[in-house]
């Protein structure tokens, strides 16, 4: 079985503060996959990144990075130098092996960024 | 490049009764999904259809949800009665996901946000 976790519920954060976005997953595959989701007041999920589990070096995208980690099984997420659009419910999900599966969500973390 | 389409984009009805989602993909998607995500949660899959062919369906609840996807192409999701359990945000996504490129990410459409009340 698969499973992500975001344990952060909710983060509050003042304009240009950095944040970090936690995410810890289970799974039984070797080959996987890992994804970060934003989803804004419209509603609309956007895709931001994914990750494939044999590689494991970091991606710097603008003020966005992302940090996995094997050995811990975590794939974090920063934000640097917030801005008040970035405010959203950012979900972590992960695909695993090599069939036709679907994604597997967390329970999302929402980033609440004031001005 | 046009984006999934969904519609309605909300819905409120009545417990028992039935309701209906559309969905059309972005062109050249094989692969298409539905999921369902109640508030506070993150999206659940109900179903996935490769072309036309339904590849997993094991957390659709089958005695209210049905679904087909017709040609390949747009789908339509089924509630038939609605329960209140029900209300949630009903998402659509596509993606070039096959055998061959099972990594693919996935695109989502607006999502209908159904009320049953």
């Known amino acids: 079985a698969q499973k992500v976790t975001q344990a952060q519920t909710e983060i509050s954060v003042v304009e240009k503060e950095d944040v970090t976005l936690d995410c810890v997953y289970e799974?039984?595959?070797?080959?996987?996959?890992l994804f970060w989701y934003k989803q804004p007041p419209s509603g609309e999920l956007v895709f931001l990144i994914r990750?494939?589990?044999?590689?494991?070096q970091n991606e710097i995208s603008g003020r966005y990075s992302w940090n996995f980690q094997k050995s811990t099984s975590s794939f974090n997420f920063t934000i640097t130098a917030s801005q008040v659009v970035d405010s959203a419910v950012y979900f972590c999900a992960l695909k695993g092996g090599t069939g036709r599966r679907a994604l597997t969500f967390g329970s999302g973390t929402r980033l609440q960024v004031q001005p | 490049e046009a984006g999934v389409a969904q519609s309605p984009r909300y819905k409120i009805i009545e417990k028992r009764q039935s309701v209906a989602f559309w969905c059309n993909p972005i062109?050249?998607?094989?692969?298409l999904y539905w999921y369902q995500q109640i508030l506070g949660q993150g999206p659940k899959l109900l179903i996935q259809?490769?072309?036309?062919?339904?590849?997993?369906d094991s957390q659709l609840p089958k005695d209210r949800f049905s679904a087909e996807r017709l040609k390949g192409v747009d789908s339509t999701l089924k509630i038939q009665p609605a329960k209140l359990e029900d209300s949630a945000v009903y998402l659509c996504?596509?993606?070039?996901?096959?055998?061959?490129?099972?990594?693919?990410?996935?695109?989502f459409g607006p999502g209908t946000r159904l009320t049953v009340l």
């Open positions: 062109s050249g998607h094989a692969t």
């Open positions: 259809f490769q072309n036309n062919g339904v590849v997993d």
């Open positions: 990750r494939n589990s044999f590689d494991e």
């Open positions: 996504a596509s993606s070039l996901e096959n055998s061959g490129r099972p990594y693919n990410e996935q695109f």
């Open positions: 799974t039984r595959d070797t080959t996987y996959y």
